[in-house]
């Protein structure tokens, strides 16, 4: 039987030359080469940490979470999880101790890896999960997980998984402010990879320069398999600071990056990142975000590069894009492209109904890219998926009559922060159980650099007294730092309609020029 797996089909697409280099560690700040990982480094450390885990006997379908900075070893624990046959389970390095717990209780890994500098919290919260083992991994790869792998052999037959096998689970926030997993197969991440190697032209002479985090599907999949699957090298950078990736442009051909990266990037242009710098780049991709009008022109105008659009989600990995080939048509600005060879998108009407060319409704999909349900949520699967089969991704668009998908908004109460998803309903839930607040409502506004920006705008109970400081200070020690309002306004009341519902789109309209550059 053919090995399904994900990691066999990147393990056979290496190089014939293992000792040549594939990635290169970047100081984050200046951009100066740290250390060379060559294709051998790469099937070593993964067949390390594949016997690591395999060694330890670990029920079939075990989740391995991970919530660790970036460092080229961190890539090398997720292809070990693949090659051992287990499931990967990325965590933001932003999330604080109760954003953790969920998701360990919820997911029940076998296995935790966490910063030394996280462990005291963490293994408390894997202790009373029954997660069998916790590891460490700090930003310079060195921990207990590097450790016990070291001492393991260089040689791995990769495990065999079928297609449809579970591969890793995403967390995405759900309306309810409960995070779901996505789950996620080999089928998917690997059918979505093939298509986007072949779609943007990749090849072993590509250079990426990979300044994402990699505990999302644009830094962990799109960037990093694409570069892998094409033996392509990669310039690895645990952290995005414009300075640098410009420093290194000059030797790059393929840069991903959300709008936020774009916004910062033409910031710092100033006199490099001109065409020049540019000369040997071949595709600069955004996405995860809308990108603005004035971002996709100011950069063409810079760089004389036309910035390719692609559009996706957590649960089915890459949609759209815009076309990499002229001859398939130019890429154009405020839209997504077309849907990728071998998906299907349509636009709904709210009854179900197909809409027509130019008309606006809720966008859905299929594919051999859009995953298997929500880890444990069967109600969720029934909700989100129509009965003829379709996934729907609370996204509204349209289709034109040249078949380009553009997003128009979002039916889903979905906060987009420098492309980080922030769900109003969960920052509320927060603020609601503080002393003395009686309601609140939390709406993104316009912001220059982040795309949006969150606000929460909160009611006190009566003869309450509130701090919108001390709202935030609180906010800030409980969850991720991007999902804390940068501001909070205090009111005496909500807007509401005759039905009683908030109307955020108001609160929006009066706080529309906070951020305003
Ligand atoms: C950091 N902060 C943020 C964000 N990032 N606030 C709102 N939104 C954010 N995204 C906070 C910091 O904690 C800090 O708070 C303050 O803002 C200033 O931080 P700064 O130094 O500017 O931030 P940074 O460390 O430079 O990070 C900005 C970033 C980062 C590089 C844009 O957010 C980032 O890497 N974003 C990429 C996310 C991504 O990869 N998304 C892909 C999802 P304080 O001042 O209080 O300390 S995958 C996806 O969506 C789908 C599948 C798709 O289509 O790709
Ligand atoms: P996530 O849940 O992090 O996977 O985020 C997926 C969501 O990001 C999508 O449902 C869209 O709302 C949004 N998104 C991704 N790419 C784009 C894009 N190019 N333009 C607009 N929105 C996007």
Same mark, same amino acid.
């Given at each position: 039987m053919e090995n399904e797996n994900l990691f066999a089909a990147l393990r056979v697409a290496f190089p014939a030359?293992?000792?040549?280099?594939?990635?290169?560690?970047?100081?984050?700040? +200046?951009?100066?080469?740290?250390?060379?990982?060559?294709?051998?480094?790469?099937?070593?450390? +993964?067949?390390?940490?594949? @016997? %690591? %885990?395999?060694?330890m006997q670990l029920p079939e379908g075990s989740r391995v979470a991970v919530q660790t900075e970036k460092s080229v070893e961190a890539l090398m624990l997720y292809l070990g999880v693949l090659r051992a046959g287990y499931v990967y389970l990325p965590l933001n390095t932003a999330y604080q101790a109760a954003e953790i717990e969920y998701?360990? &209780?919820?997911? $029940?890994?076998?296995?935790?890896?966490?910063?030394? #500098?996280?462990?005291?919290?963490?293994?408390?919260?894997?202790?009373?999960?029954?997660?069998?083992?916790? *590891?460490?991994?700090? $930003? @310079?790869? %060195?921990?207990?997980?590097?450790?016990?792998?070291?001492?393991?052999?260089?040689?791995?037959?990769?495990?065999?998984?079928?297609?449809?096998?579970?591969?890793?689970?995403?967390?995405?926030?759900? +309306?309810t402010g409960r995070s779901k997993g996505a789950m996620l197969s080999h089928r998917n991440l690997l059918s979505n990879a093939q298509t986007l190697v072949s779609y943007w032209g990749w090849s072993g002479r590509d250079v990426l320069i990979h300044a994402l985090p990699i505990f999302h599907v644009h830094g962990l999949f799109v960037a990093s398999h694409c570069a892998l699957l094409s033996g392509a090298r990669m310039i690895w950078f645990a952290k995005f600071d414009p300075t640098a990736v410009i420093a290194r442009l000059p030797e790059a051909t393929v840069f991903m990056g959300v709008p936020t990266l774009y916004v910062r990037l033409l910031a710092n242009a100033t006199p490099r990142l001109m065409q020049a710098t540019c000369t040997n780049m071949r595709l600069f991709i955004a996405g995860s975000a809308p990108l603005l009008i004035e971002t996709f022109n100011e950069f063409r105008e810079r760089t004389g590069h036309t910035i390719l659009e692609r559009y996706g989600m957590s649960e089915t990995c890459m949609l759209t894009s815009n076309p990499y080939d002229a001859a398939h048509g130019e890429r154009r600005g405020g839209t997504v492209g077309f849907p990728l060879p071998g998906v299907s998108v349509r636009v709904s009407d709210d009854k179900g109904g197909r809409c027509a060319v130019d008309d606006i409704g809720g966008i859905e999909v299929r594919g051999p890219n859009v995953f298997g349900g929500y880890w444990r949520m069967p109600e969720k699967n029934k909700e $989100?998926?129509?009965?003829?089969?379709? *996934? #729907? +991704?609370?996204?509204?668009? #349209?289709?034109? !009559?040249? &078949?380009y998908v553009t997003i128009v908004g979002r039916s889903k109460d979905l906060i987009i922060s420098g492309g980080y998803n922030v769900y109003p309903a969960e920052i509320e839930g927060y603020i609601n159980e503080m002393t003395g607040v009686a309601e609140?409502?939390?709406? &993104? %506004?316009?912001?220059?650099? *982040? !795309?949006?920006?969150?606000?929460?705008?909160?009611?006190? #109970?009566?003869?309450?007294?509130?701090?919108?400081?001390?709202i935030v200070a609180t906010l800030k020690g409980k969850i991720a730092n991007f999902k804390v309002p940068k501001r909070v306004f205090i009111v005496a009341d909500l807007p509401r309609n005759a039905m009683g519902k908030v109307q955020k789109n108001l609160l929006r309209q009066e706080h529309a020029k906070l951020f305003a550059a």
């Open positions: 030359n293992l000792d040549a280099p594939a990635i290169d560690a970047a100081d984050s700040a +200046t951009g100066t080469s740290l250390r060379q990982y060559t294709w051998r480094d790469i099937d070593e450390a +993964t067949a390390r940490i594949a @016997n %690591l %885990l395999s060694g998701f360990v &209780g919820n997911a $029940e890994p076998a296995v935790v890896v966490c910063s030394p #500098k996280s462990l005291p919290w963490v293994q408390p919260i894997a202790d009373a999960a029954r997660v069998t083992k916790v *590891f460490t991994l700090d $930003e @310079n790869g %060195l921990g207990t997980l590097s450790d016990a792998a070291a001492a393991q052999s260089t040689a791995h037959a990769t495990a065999v998984r079928k297609a449809d096998d579970l591969a890793a689970i995403l967390y995405t926030s759900g +309306t $989100e998926f129509t009965a003829d089969g379709w *996934f #729907k +991704t609370g996204d509204v668009g #349209k289709i034109d !009559g040249r &078949g609140s409502a939390v709406v &993104g %506004l316009p912001h220059p650099d *982040f !795309g949006e920006g969150v606000i929460a705008v909160v009611v006190a #109970k009566p003869g309450a007294m509130l701090d919108a400081d001390a």
